[in-house]
């Protein structure tokens, strides 16, 4: 299965950016429609965003909708989610995900990366 590292977490204030990558290994990154899902201490993880394996479309949650973006460049097997006016509710550990199916389920999910903690400060 395809291995998953993010990098790009922190500690930022309301208001602020942040940009989150997340890395894959081996040949078959193109195959994947990938995910965003967070998760904050106490609740269940939920959904952020997807993108397909084109890179053509997306989706979002409706409570980062407008505010994260989420790309894909197959060339260089990477994800990416560009965070803008972030509010201390985004608070969490981030997750990148390899999927085999576009939607906003974790039900068809074939790998996850380990993490990085995004902390929204007011």
């Known amino acids: 299965q395809v291995q998953l590292v993010e990098s790009g977490g922190g500690l930022v204030q309301t208001g602020g950016s942040l940009r989150l990558s997340c890395a894959a290994s081996?040949?078959?990154?193109?195959?994947?429609?990938m995910d965003w899902f967070r998760q904050a201490p106490g609740k269940e993880r939920e959904f952020v965003a997807a993108?397909?394996?084109?890179?053509?479309?997306?989706t979002y949650s409706d409570s980062v909708k407008g505010r994260f973006t989420i790309s894909r460049d197959n060339a260089k097997n990477t994800v990416s989610l560009q965070m803008n006016n972030l509010k201390p509710e985004d608070t969490a550990i981030y997750y990148c995900a390899a999927d085999t199916s576009f939607g906003s389920s974790w039900s068809g999910v074939a790998s996850w990366g380990q993490g990085t903690q995004v902390t929204v400060s007011s």
């Open positions: 993108i397909d394996r084109s890179g053509r479309m997306r």
């Open positions: 081996g040949r078959t990154f193109s195959s994947y429609v």
